[in-house]
C-alpha cells in the first residue's frame, strides 16, 4: 500500500519531492518499498507524536528545499480508486491554495454508510463566490455512536474526514505557531538543525517533548480558512478490520473470510489469519472479528472495533509489547 500510495502520486510528485515519515521499526522496509525515493527523505520519528508533530517535522524539511513548497498529505493505508480522478482532485485542491494561500484544504469523503469509526466534516456555505466546489468547514466531528452516526448520513452535509490534506508548508507552521506554541517551538530549534551534525540529537531532544496531538485538534479545528472538497474518488481505510468487508465482499453467511476456516452456525463475522497452514475453526459465533498471527490472537466483537484501542493500551501496561 505504500508503494501504491506514492505510485499515485508519482505524476505530480517526484521521487525527490516525496517525504516519508515513519518510525525506527519500519524505516528499513520503506526505504527498500520505495528505492527511487533519496534515503534521507524517509524521515524517522523518535516516538510516536501524532500527527501535529508529524506534520511539522516534514514541513520543516520541505521548506528547505523549497520555500514555496505546498504539501500533500496522504496517509499509506488508503485505498484509493480511480487513481486519475485522485489526481484531478489533488490539482484542484492545489488550485485552491494557489488563489488563496492561506487556505488550508481537506477533502470530505461522502458517508455510505452510518460508520462509528470516522471523524465526520459538516460542510457549510461556499469557500468562495468563485468555487462551487469548495465548502467552508462548518464543524468537526469525533467518531459518533451509531445513533449520531445514522443522523450524519442522513443530514446529507457531512463527510468522512479522510484525513488528507493540500496546504503550503509554511502556512501550517504558521498556525502551529499561533495554536501550539509547544511544537512550533521545538520545530523551529530542529529546524536550525538541519544540515548539521547535531540534526540527529536535536530530533531525539525535541520531538519527544512535543505534544502529542492530531492536526486537526492542533490547527484546524480553530481555524477560519478552512475549506472542504467533496472527493470525487472512492476511498476507505484499511486502518478498519470493517474495510476487509467493503473490499473483500461477504459470503452468503455475512462472513468475510481470508484464512483456512471451517464454521459451525457462524454469521456476520471477520475471520483473518496470516498464515495458511493454520484453520480456524468457530462454532456459534456471530458479528465477531477473529485475527490470528503467529504471535497473537484477537477475537472481538465486530461492533466495538474501537474498544481495540483501549485493549491495546492494556497489553502496553501489562508490559506485553512485543506482541502488538
Keep these: 500500500m505504500l508503494q501504491q500510495t506514492s505510485a499515485r502520486n508519482a505524476p505530480l510528485i517526484s521521487?525527490?519531492?516525496?517525504?516519508?515519515?515513519?518510525?525506527?521499526?519500519?524505516?528499513?522496509?520503506?526505504?527498500?518499498?520505495?528505492?527511487?525515493?533519496?534515503?534521507?527523505?524517509?524521515l524517522v520519528e523518535p516516538c510516536g507524536r501524532n500527527t501535529a508533530p508529524c506534520i511539522g517535522l516534514a514541513a520543516i524539511h520541505l521548506l528547505r528545499?523549497?520555500?514555496?513548497?505546498?504539501?500533500?498529505?496522504?496517509?499509506?493505508?488508503?485505498?484509493?480508486?480511480?487513481?486519475?480522478?485522485?489526481?484531478?482532485?489533488?490539482?484542484?485542491?492545489?488550485?485552491?491554495?494557489?488563489?488563496?494561500?492561506?487556505?488550508?484544504?481537506?477533502f470530505g469523503v461522502p458517508p455510505t454508510f452510518p460508520s462509528t469509526g470516522f471523524g465526520y466534516i459538516e460542510r457549510g456555505g461556499s469557500?468562495?463566490?468563485?468555487?462551487?466546489?469548495?465548502?467552508?468547514?462548518?464543524?468537526?466531528?469525533?467518531?459518533?455512536?451509531?445513533?449520531?452516526?445514522?443522523?450524519?448520513?442522513?443530514a446529507g452535509c457531512y463527510y468522512w474526514n479522510c484525513g488528507i490534506f493540500v496546504w503550503r508548508a509554511d502556512a501550517i507552521l504558521r498556525a502551529l505557531e499561533a495554536q501550539q506554541p509547544n511544537i512550533s517551538r521545538r520545530l523551529a530549534t530542529l529546524r536550525e538543525s538541519l544540515g548539521t551534525p547535531d540534526e540527529d540529537a536535536a530530533l531525539h531532544r525535541e520531538f519527544p517533548q512535543m505534544t502529542s496531538?492530531?492536526?486537526?485538534?492542533?490547527?484546524?479545528?480553530?481555524?477560519?480558512?478552512?475549506a472542504v472538497l467533496e472527493a470525487p474518488f472512492e476511498w476507505d481505510d484499511v486502518g478498519s478490520w470493517h474495510?476487509?468487508?467493503?473490499?473483500?465482499?461477504?459470503?452468503?453467511n455475512r462472513n468475510v473470510i481470508d484464512a483456512p476456516h471451517?464454521?459451525?452456525?457462524?454469521?456476520?463475522?471477520i475471520i483473518r489469519s496470516t498464515e495458511q497452514e493454520h484453520l480456524i475453526g468457530t462454532i456459534g459465533m456471530e458479528d465477531c472479528v477473529i485475527v490470528h498471527t503467529p504471535d497473537a490472537t484477537l477475537v472481538a466483537r465486530k461492533d466495538d472495533e474501537n474498544a481495540i484501542k483501549q485493549l491495546v493500551a492494556l497489553i502496553e501496561e501489562r508490559g506485553y509489547d512485543r506482541f502488538l
Design 127 to 154: 469557500f468562495t463566490d468563485d468555487a462551487d466546489d469548495a465548502y467552508q468547514v462548518a464543524s468537526f466531528r469525533e467518531k459518533p455512536d451509531r445513533e449520531t452516526a445514522t443522523g450524519f448520513l442522513d
Design 65 to 106: 528545499q523549497d520555500p514555496d513548497a505546498v504539501m500533500l498529505v496522504v496517509p499509506a493505508d488508503h485505498v484509493i480508486r480511480p487513481t486519475e480522478t485522485f489526481q484531478k482532485a489533488v490539482q484542484r485542491a492545489t488550485d485552491v491554495v494557489a488563489n488563496s494561500p492561506d487556505t488550508f484544504v481537506l
Design 262 to 269: 471451517c464454521g459451525v452456525d457462524t454469521t456476520g463475522c
Design 213 to 226: 496531538i492530531s492536526i486537526d485538534h492542533a490547527v484546524l479545528e480553530h481555524a477560519e480558512n478552512v
Design 243 to 252: 474495510a476487509l468487508e467493503r473490499l473483500l465482499g461477504a459470503d452468503e
Design 15 to 42: 521521487p525527490e519531492q516525496t517525504w516519508v515519515v515513519t518510525n525506527a521499526v519500519q524505516a528499513d522496509a520503506t526505504a527498500a518499498q520505495l528505492p527511487d525515493v533519496p534515503r534521507g527523505n524517509i
